[in-house]
Nanobody
Framework: VQLVESGGGKVQAGGSLRLSCAAS????????AGWYRQAPGKERELVAR???????NYADSVKGRFTISGDNAENMVYLQMNSLKPEDTAVYYC??????????????WGQGTQVTVSS
């Protein structure tokens, strides 16, 4: 299984970006998925997650500004980021908990995509 992220970049404060995470390989189902971020000198933190049932959770710092969604048919996970702030600057990583055809379940991570928000 491979996860490939896209959509990062540089934007001014108040702007928007949409991150995408494409999964490929031996995938029967995605049990859980989400986005983490890591800023320089800080620990990696959970930004948002979405379960297989569609329930979502967000970090307090992004509630009301970010929206996570998924497309199970296409094995895609998205993170719509609006009203971006300089403190959102970080490398964003997607993860997915995937079950393959023999029932094996494992977590997979993308390579990370840089988001830079200027003031």
């Amino acid at each position: 299984v491979q996860l490939v992220e896209s959509g990062g970049g540089k934007v001014q404060a108040g702007g928007s970006l949409r991150l995408s995470c494409a999964a490929s390989g031996r995938i029967v189902s995605i049990n859980d998925a989400g986005w983490y971020r890591q800023a320089p000198g800080k620990e990696r933190e959970l930004v948002a997650r979405i379960s297989s049932s569609g329930s979502t959770n967000y970090a307090d710092s992004v509630k009301g500004r970010f929206t996570i969604s998924g497309d199970n048919a296409e094995n895609m996970v998205y993170l719509q980021m609006n009203s971006l702030k300089p403190e959102d600057t970080a490398v964003y990583y997607c993860y997915e908990v995937i079950r393959n055809e023999v029932g094996y379940v494992a977590s997979y991570w993308g390579q990370g995509t840089q988001v830079t928000v200027s003031s």
